[in-house]
């Protein structure tokens, strides 16, 4: 109460005539409510050891339920994720919401395979989300070629950087190459916003085009005798459309990265990653080639991250280095490593955890920070490893054996 | 006396000024247990090191006799011994996959197999037959090794959360999936009690009997080195001062006053 009162509880306010200070108790009253209960949680929980036990146990059933459950979570949540455009609360704000989770679901994926699997740090992942974006941005532009051409190669051309960075930061591990991954990061954006012949610098590149239903463009403006979406469907126009065609591509992009995540996993590769991120030594006496594996993990991840940039780009229909900042990497990362650490889930609850609770909150303003900066502390506290960190073996020799 | 594995020539490893091996020769045979022993800081570990491409020796030759062919292994580095040369080898300080499972250490072990066979991934993608039955094939063999040590039951829990004897074991077997001709263990019965050395040292014995493995063991324990070397070479500071059976070197005169000092 003593600290909170100068601190919060005084507030100044300029006016004409001079400095006012307006003192705001309900402020300091709510705070300190807060924190008493907060305390009083705490006794509560250290004079109790019944009470620690009794928390003890309800940890390890949920954690029981989620492994044995994890089946049926998925489920569900792929079928609310498939019925969300159609829910009646379901409006357009909403629905955008659900394009960036979406989207960040996707990176986090794309990023699991790198830093999960592969345990290679890499903070500069939007370095190959921004290769993906642009070289969407420019093929779709200047070749004027289609959406279902220019994915493909735009993932290709993000793999292509993911072994660019790759071959220099083979022989770094830990904080080094976190460190280089960091700097590529930046060297990307950086190049992006320099080199204004072909990228347009920090005017970017607009007028990208959408990408069309099986050909049927989304647009209401039409020539004589061509067929779009609305038309060809006897539909009303409507822009809701258009989105929600864009929820089901990224949707669909994202259900394909986790599908090749969760196969390549059961791979040789797969497990070759996961050794790596165990005891590279070892894996070398055992002949797995750390060269290699390490590339594929690179590339492959970029490869996702390219795909996810091109949906932006089309999405957005315009794109420019502003979007690219390091502050998306930290959230990838951050949404990797809250969700734990391999975990497919773990990044889905997470990227709604980061993304779709920071939008929701956005009318809290600066108190939504507090409050996912506390849950990040909790998590810490509680929950170190993410927030699932249970890690399936990839065969078994007994039990439910596939 | 069975066919020549590995021969040793004038092996030199220098670290700066520091001579770790000096001029070290001495070679192994096929079906036989060959012990390194020395004093700690002897080299034993540097050699180890050498043969199985994690240091580049100074000087010197080491040649691997398989199929009637030779293979320098100073050619390979690193992960190529174990592909290319089938020299495997264990950790001082124990090196598994800790939070994969057993099962899947052992499958890593198999990895360039399993590779090919997936078509470097792409079939593997596909989950085509093919790719399948190697992976079934791949477990079977991983079984073979977990039924021989005991370990199938454990086969689908965390190689981290085995006993210190279990994964001293697990360690070895996984060593053996990649199929090697000679198998480098070091200290293998090092923090072991008795029951479990007896244990490694049958396990050894059915190495070298029934898979015609070569084994170089850098080995403390002399119950385990006296129980089961064909053949003894004994280090002190980098340098060979006996060679023979653990018969001769129980009572060798050298090997007694580097372990124990020279009488003033």
Redesign the interface.
């Given at each position: 109460m003593a600290i909170f009162g100068p601190i919060v509880g005084l507030r100044t306010r300029l006016q004409k005539e001079g400095l006012y200070i307006d003192p705001q108790w309900l402020m300091v009253f709510f705070l300190v409510i807060g924190s008493a209960l907060g305390r009083f949680l705490i006794n509560l929980n250290s004079s109790r050891k019944t009470e620690i036990a009794f928390v003890k146990n309800t940890k390890l059933r949920i954690s029981n339920y989620f492994s044995n459950k994890g089946k049926h979570i998925a489920i569900t949540g792929f079928l609310f994720a498939v019925a969300y455009p159609f829910l009646p609360f379901t409006d357009r704000y909403l629905l955008d919401v659900g394009i960036m989770v979406l989207t960040y679901i996707m990176l986090g994926w794309g990023l699991n395979i790198v830093v999960g699997l592969a345990g290679l740090l890499d903070l500069g992942y939007v370095a190959f989300y921004a290769v993906g974006a642009y070289s969407f941005a420019l093929l779709s532009t200047t070749f004027g070629w289609s959406f279902w051409i220019c994915l493909p190669l735009a993932g290709i051309f993000a793999a292509f950087a993911g072994i660019l960075l790759g071959f220099p930061v083979l022989r770094l591990r830990g904080d080094y190459l976190a460190i280089v991954t960091l700097g590529f990061g930046e060297i990307v954006r950086i190049i992006l916003l320099n080199w204004y012949d072909l990228t347009g610098g920090p005017d970017g590149i607009g007028g990208i085009s959408r990408p069309s239903f099986f050909g049927l463009p989304f647009t209401n403006n039409l020539k004589e005798g061509e067929n779009s979406f609305h038309t060809f469907f006897n539909l009303e126009y409507s822009t809701a459309h258009k989105l929600i065609f864009l929820y089901y591509l990224i949707l669909i992009l994202a259900l394909v990265t986790n599908f090749f995540t969760l196969r390549i996993r059961k791979l040789p590769v797969g497990r070759a990653w996961e050794a790596l991120r165990e005891d590279e030594i070892a894996c070398k006496s055992l002949g797995v080639n750390p060269t290699n594996t390490k590339l594929t993990a690179f590339a492959i991840g970029a490869m996702f991250g390219g795909f996810a940039g091109a949906f932006f780009a089309t999405k957005q229909t315009f794109v420019s280095p502003e979007s690219f900042t390091f502050i998306e990497s930290a959230i990838i990362v951050a949404i990797v490593v809250l969700g734990g650490m391999g975990s497919q889930t773990g990044v889905v609850l997470a990227a709604i955890f980061l993304i779709g609770f920071t939008e929701v909150f956005r009318e809290l303003e600066q108190f939504r920070m507090i409050a996912f900066g506390l849950a990040m502390v909790l998590i810490m506290l509680f929950k170190p490893k993410g927030i699932l960190s249970n890690r399936e073996p990839t065969i078994k020799l007994h039990g439910d054996k596939k | 006396m069975s066919n020549k594995l590995l021969s040793v020539e004038n092996l030199t490893m220098k670290f700066g000024g520091l001579i770790a091996i000096d001029n070290l020769s001495f070679s192994a045979s096929e079906s036989q247990i060959t012990s390194i022993i020395g004093p700690n800081g002897a080299g034993k570990t540097t050699v180890f090191n050498c043969l199985?491409?994690?240091y580049k020796p100074s000087e010197g030759e080491m040649i691997l006799h398989k199929d009637n062919d030779s293979i320098s292994l100073k050619k390979y580095t690193?992960?190529?011994?174990?592909?290319k040369a089938k020299v495997?080898?264990?950790?001082q300080n124990i090196?598994?996959?800790?939070?994969?499972?057993v099962?899947?250490?052992l499958?890593?072990?198999q990895?360039?197999e399993?590779?090919v066979a997936?078509g470097y991934?792409i079939f593997?993608?596909l989950?085509l037959k093919r790719?399948k039955d190697k992976?079934r094939e791949a477990?079977e063999k991983?079984?073979y090794w977990?039924d021989l040590t005991g370990l199938?039951?454990r086969?689908?829990d965390n190689a981290g959360d085995l006993s210190y004897g279990d994964q001293r074991k697990l360690e070895i077997i996984?060593?053996m999936c990649?199929n090697p001709k000679l198998l480098c263990l070091d200290e293998p019965a090092a923090g072991l009690n008795p029951k479990e050395s007896s244990e490694l040292n049958k396990l050894l014995k059915f190495i070298k009997t029934e898979k015609q493995t070569g084994i170089l063991l850098i080995e403390h324990d002399m119950s385990v080195v006296m129980g089961i070397s064909d053949h003894v070479v004994v280090l002190n500071y980098g340098k060979k001062i006996f060679e023979g059976t653990a018969k001769d070197t129980r009572n060798s005169k050298e090997v007694i006053e580097a372990y124990l000092g020279v009488e003033e």
């Amino acid at each position: 109460m003593a600290i909170f009162g100068p601190i919060v509880g005084l507030r100044t306010r300029l006016q004409k005539e001079g400095l006012y200070i307006d003192p705001q108790w309900l402020m300091v009253f709510f705070l300190v409510i807060g924190s008493a209960l907060g305390r009083f949680l705490i006794n509560l929980n250290s004079s109790r050891k019944t009470e620690i036990a009794f928390v003890k146990n309800t940890k390890l059933r949920i954690s029981n339920y989620f492994s044995n459950k994890g089946k049926h979570i998925a489920i569900t949540g792929f079928l609310f994720a498939v019925a969300y455009p159609f829910l009646p609360f379901t409006d357009r704000y909403l629905l955008d919401v659900g394009i960036m989770v979406l989207t960040y679901i996707m990176l986090g994926w794309g990023l699991n395979i790198v830093v999960g699997l592969a345990g290679l740090l890499d903070l500069g992942y939007v370095a190959f989300y921004a290769v993906g974006a642009y070289s969407f941005a420019l093929l779709s532009t200047t070749f004027g070629w289609s959406f279902w051409i220019c994915l493909p190669l735009a993932g290709i051309f993000a793999a292509f950087a993911g072994i660019l960075l790759g071959f220099p930061v083979l022989r770094l591990r830990g904080d080094y190459l976190a460190i280089v991954t960091l700097g590529f990061g930046e060297i990307v954006r950086i190049i992006l916003l320099n080199w204004y012949d072909l990228t347009g610098g920090p005017d970017g590149i607009g007028g990208i085009s959408r990408p069309s239903f099986f050909g049927l463009p989304f647009t209401n403006n039409l020539k004589e005798g061509e067929n779009s979406f609305h038309t060809f469907f006897n539909l009303e126009y409507s822009t809701a459309h258009k989105l929600i065609f864009l929820y089901y591509l990224i949707l669909i992009l994202a259900l394909v990265t986790n599908f090749f995540t969760l196969r390549i996993r059961k791979l040789p590769v797969g497990r070759a990653w996961e050794a790596l991120r165990e005891d590279e030594i070892a894996c070398k006496s055992l002949g797995v080639n750390p060269t290699n594996t390490k590339l594929t993990a690179f590339a492959i991840g970029a490869m996702f991250g390219g795909f996810a940039g091109a949906f932006f780009a089309t999405k957005q229909t315009f794109v420019s280095p502003e979007s690219f900042t390091f502050i998306e990497s930290a959230i990838i990362v951050a949404i990797v490593v809250l969700g734990g650490m391999g975990s497919q889930t773990g990044v889905v609850l997470a990227a709604i955890f980061l993304i779709g609770f920071t939008e929701v909150f956005r009318e809290l303003e600066q108190f939504r920070m507090i409050a996912f900066g506390l849950a990040m502390v909790l998590i810490m506290l509680f929950k170190p490893k993410g927030i699932l960190s249970n890690r399936e073996p990839t065969i078994k020799l007994h039990g439910d054996k596939k | 006396m069975s066919n020549k594995l590995l021969s040793v020539e004038n092996l030199t490893m220098k670290f700066g000024g520091l001579i770790a091996i000096d001029n070290l020769s001495f070679s192994a045979s096929e079906s036989q247990i060959t012990s390194i022993i020395g004093p700690n800081g002897a080299g034993k570990t540097t050699v180890f090191n050498c043969l199985t491409g994690f240091y580049k020796p100074s000087e010197g030759e080491m040649i691997l006799h398989k199929d009637n062919d030779s293979i320098s292994l100073k050619k390979y580095t690193d992960f190529k011994i174990s592909h290319k040369a089938k020299v495997a080898r264990t950790f001082q300080n124990i090196r598994l996959f800790s939070s994969m499972s057993v099962l899947e250490n052992l499958l890593v072990a198999q990895h360039n197999e399993l590779m090919v066979a997936s078509g470097y991934s792409i079939f593997g993608l596909l989950n085509l037959k093919r790719y399948k039955d190697k992976e079934r094939e791949a477990v079977e063999k991983a079984k073979y090794w977990l039924d021989l040590t005991g370990l199938t039951t454990r086969a689908d829990d965390n190689a981290g959360d085995l006993s210190y004897g279990d994964q001293r074991k697990l360690e070895i077997i996984r060593a053996m999936c990649t199929n090697p001709k000679l198998l480098c263990l070091d200290e293998p019965a090092a923090g072991l009690n008795p029951k479990e050395s007896s244990e490694l040292n049958k396990l050894l014995k059915f190495i070298k009997t029934e898979k015609q493995t070569g084994i170089l063991l850098i080995e403390h324990d002399m119950s385990v080195v006296m129980g089961i070397s064909d053949h003894v070479v004994v280090l002190n500071y980098g340098k060979k001062i006996f060679e023979g059976t653990a018969k001769d070197t129980r009572n060798s005169k050298e090997v007694i006053e580097a372990y124990l000092g020279v009488e003033e």
